[in-house]
């Protein structure tokens, strides 16, 4: 967590903020073994230490660039497999054999910070890293909620994701089967700036509970063919995250307001963390507060989930493809693009400022207005 | 058919001629669902509107980008699977889930025609886009002929695979143990224009049958071992098909011009369509004159031509990396090439005639003789 | 092996030396069908005409480009499998059906050497290709000897591999459970230049023999548990070998210069022959001088050795992408890196010289000391 006046400048990326925390991982995607995985451009090597704390570093030996994420881990140090170069957690090197190694360059290394189940790494300067920026989930350490989730790795810009997400009038096309129902796209759609975060909502009052929901009144007892009152809060916030309130209650109890015993709700987790410009690592999951004792429940509905985002998937690379054969071509901005719309104008304003060269600690992203330099 | 001035201006490319019938698919390739498919560079849809007509239009939703391909038809119209934004045949845009379209651009749509059991599509302007420049296939609606054909993706510019057409010489070494034979290479070979097309023929006298002809003599009655005379005549027309009249006679019995109950004679098929610069679909196939009635006939000569077309794949597909691999080295063009090189010829000048901008509808395309450019 | 003033000039390469002799193939890999492979960036066609003695030429037909290793051979030629033009082993056109062809321009051939159970192909002027220059090799045809080996396909630069060869710390970590033991690292290692060669050499008295030579004491009637004298004396020569005399002796009886009795040795045999700058052809075995009339021990050392080196392929491939991904980063350069370093020095000079276009036949390479420019 302490800066590292050696390492190299951080540079600036023109595709995503460099200081901020992105999921890098899963917490149990880290054990003794080591994880590399390029994380907003860059390779990362991620291990525990002995103390089982887990640090990052860049995934490239100092020695001759083999990649350190095919070593090991020996009494708390990063062990290349090649020749064996041993490094501390902080970057610096330890050790070689038959090397004097004082005179060594420090490995970079990346502030990380392991919680809520997930270790998250700050690309750019450590010396920004501060954990109380980490988002609080209240979801992640509570025992009145349960949570299930994965990993996609998909090719497509992450922010292709992100419009996704802030828009689920495509629920309707792509998930027909599933969550999808005609009455979300004829409710009206309103997306606002709440804070550091962009919120899109809907609501659907009166409608029949499609199959997932129909799934969910049963487990906890309710009755799955009674009318009732849904609604989607999608919540955008830096670097890239979407928090999805999802839920039904039976009609006319008071909706999103009905109390526990009425409805059923959840959150769907999304955490987009870049890859390359047009790669991401989606970190996706559902946090429920109904039946947080059924781990089968928890299996199926991770299960749902993956057949769901699946169906996204393939869209989503094709969309890519066709934008990067025909690129420059202008799209659509349409009202129910909004809430994507409006995320990337926040994202844009946080490069803009990192570029501007004045990241300092604690200062607030103020928004721009330029949507015209948001064509996807 | 209608021309759509609001569409973008029809950029000339320089591969291929664009205001011509191009093969985009089979006829049974495109039922309820839609097909995709890169026609000349060009991202195409095809589906089928209420009434069975067949429509086409880019493959591109105008709102966020995914490709229409991956929606489905609704009351004739395409809905894109994403969003839900429904479009008519010609490209208009009907609808959207809570969206005012009457400002939406139209979509680009493309002149099809369906005849012959094809798929016809102009990807050039479609003001010149008439049904009347269709090729006229006698074979393809007489109960006198039968017709069998299937398709290939490959991986080389589709003139390669017309020089290999109009150039049977290489049946010698391609496909000895079917249709080739030595005396191929023996006969002289004949190059003409007449009219718009390129002819090139070969006759063979006093030869005996190569295996796929014993087999056709053997399918009608006649003496598979007696010596035959053999025939082949190429014919490429603009943009991009040879059809090959092919047969033998009982020796001496007029060869070509032999009477029906002594010869057997079919023609191959062949309509190379660009996909990419360095790709085509190949659409192939024969019709013959002779068992018509026989279906199971035809599934033995299609199986026949599928290893037969096979075996020129990946001489074809190695020859394109070659020619990457070395671009700008000088092919040799002898007599047995010609073929090809009068082929390219005519096609050059239809893209010449096209880049200059005077595509009247009905005019000729005069050949130019410009050998030099056309180095493969 | 006589020049052929009509091809084309010999390009110099800035990755490797031409005037030089590469395996381009074992014995055993050209045999009655034709060797099609990429040899220093060339694309070779190797073949046996009528009495045996192999022959090379571009792998492409100067009629179409096709590749003439998709052909045969007929009657000692390389016929084209397109459209059979057929070519001597000089790279003269013999003839091609209903062709003259006098007028033809002559395929680039190649020199070639069958010797040693290797197929040696001199990439660059054949005038200078003297079969004099070829390395000697003692083990090859000697019946003191037994040999064997095989060959791998690297996605890595050849000098990533001669590193990896002329510095065996490596062997500790990548190859923990063969042949790797803590003491190598623990050994000093000493690098000269001794006339044409690089010579890197670690000594290691009185240690525990690791699993590889304990099966081979074993072989030869020597007790495995005993404490021995182990040795690794690597030599690089040009253009681009490194033969690894290795072996153990009962400790204390004279080491490398032990008697027979009681020492078990082999040669570990290197050819990297470079396919493109970042892939090659990695052509390894062993020979040795012990138990030479057991075959079977040949195919188990083989297959030993074949996972050894695998595990020395994902490093090395793994490498080559993480320094593709960071182009013009600076690497450390340590006293074990000498024996790969001063290796890139010769090779740097052989192709200064080339560049510099004094590829004298006899003449000896300067070797230069700039080690600025070899930072991998």
Same mark, same amino acid.
């Given at each position: ?11 600036s ?7 901020a925390?992105?999921?890098?991982a ?5 054990g ?18 002995a ?17 350190l ?9 990063l ?7 041993a490094?501390?957690?902080t970057?610096?090197?330890?050790s ?12 970079r290394?990346?502030? @990380?910070?392991?919680r809520? =189940? ?5 690309? !750019?300067?450590? $010396?920004?890293? *501060?954990?109380? /920026? ?9 025992p009145d ?10 090719l497509c ?12 009038t ?9 969550i999808?129902?005609k009455?979300?796209?004829e ?11 962009i919120?899109?909502s ?20 309710l ?5 009732v ?8 916030s830096l670097?890239?995250? @979407?928090?999805?309130?999802? =839920? ?5 109890? !008071?909706?999103? $307001?009905?109390p *526990?015993?009425? /409805? ?7 955490f987009?963390?870049p890859?390359t410009?047009?790669?991401h ?7 429920r ?16 989930q993956?057949?769901i ?6 869209v989503?690379e094709?969309q890519?493809?066709?934008?990067d054969?025909d690129?420059g ?8 693009d909004?809430?994507?719309?409006r995320?990337r104008?926040?994202?844009?304003a946080?490069?803009?400022k ?13 928004l ?9």
């Amino acid at each position: 967590m302490t800066s590292n006046p050696s390492q190299k400048a951080i540079r600036s990326a023109t595709d995503w903020p460099v200081n901020a925390w992105y999921v890098a991982a899963a917490s149990d995607e880290v054990g003794t073994s080591v994880l590399g995985r390029r994380i907003c451009g860059l390779p990362v090597a991620m291990f525990r230490a002995a103390d089982g704390v887990v640090a990052a570093m860049e995934d490239f030996c100092p020695h001759r660039g083999a990649p350190l994420s095919l070593g090991f881990v020996r009494d708390g140090q990063l062990v290349c497999g090649y020749h064996g170069l041993a490094a501390e957690c902080t970057g610096r090197v330890a050790s070689m054999p038959g090397q004097r190694v004082g005179g060594f360059p420090r490995i970079r290394s990346f502030a @990380v910070v392991e919680r809520f =189940g997930f270790i998250w790494l700050w690309p !750019g300067d450590p $010396d920004f890293a *501060d954990p109380g /920026k980490l988002p609080q989930l209240e979801w992640a350490d509570s025992p009145d909620w349960a949570y299930g989730g994965s990993r996609f790795h998909v090719l497509c810009d992450y922010r292709l994701m992100i419009d996704n997400l802030m828009d689920l009038t495509h629920e309707t096309y792509v998930h027909g089967s599933s969550i999808g129902q005609k009455e979300i796209d004829e409710a009206p759609v309103k997306t606002r700036k709440i804070g550091q975060n962009i919120i899109t909502s809907r609501f659907m009052d009166r409608v029949k509970a499609p199959p997932f929901w129909r799934m969910a009144l049963s487990g906890v007892g309710l009755p799955q063919d009674e009318a009732v009152d849904r609604w989607q809060i999608c919540r955008f916030s830096l670097p890239s995250s @979407v928090m999805i309130e999802v =839920g039904v209650a039976l009609a006319g109890r !008071g909706g999103y $307001d009905a109390p *526990d015993n009425v /409805k059923v709700s959840s959150i769907v987790v999304d955490f987009m963390t870049p890859e390359t410009e047009k790669s991401h690592h989606y970190f996706w999951g559902m946090a429920r507060k109904f039946a947080v004792d059924d781990p089968l429940l928890t299996d199926k509905i991770r299960d749902g989930q993956f057949q769901i985002f699946r169906e996204d998937l393939e869209v989503l690379e094709r969309q890519q493809a066709n934008l990067d054969s025909d690129q420059g071509r202008r799209l659509l901005l349409l009202n129910i693009d909004a809430g994507g719309a409006r995320s990337r104008e926040m994202i844009e304003a946080a490069i803009t400022k990192e570029t501007l060269g004045n990241p300092t600690p604690g200062n607030e992203h103020p928004l721009g207005s330029d949507r015209d330099r948001m064509s996807r």
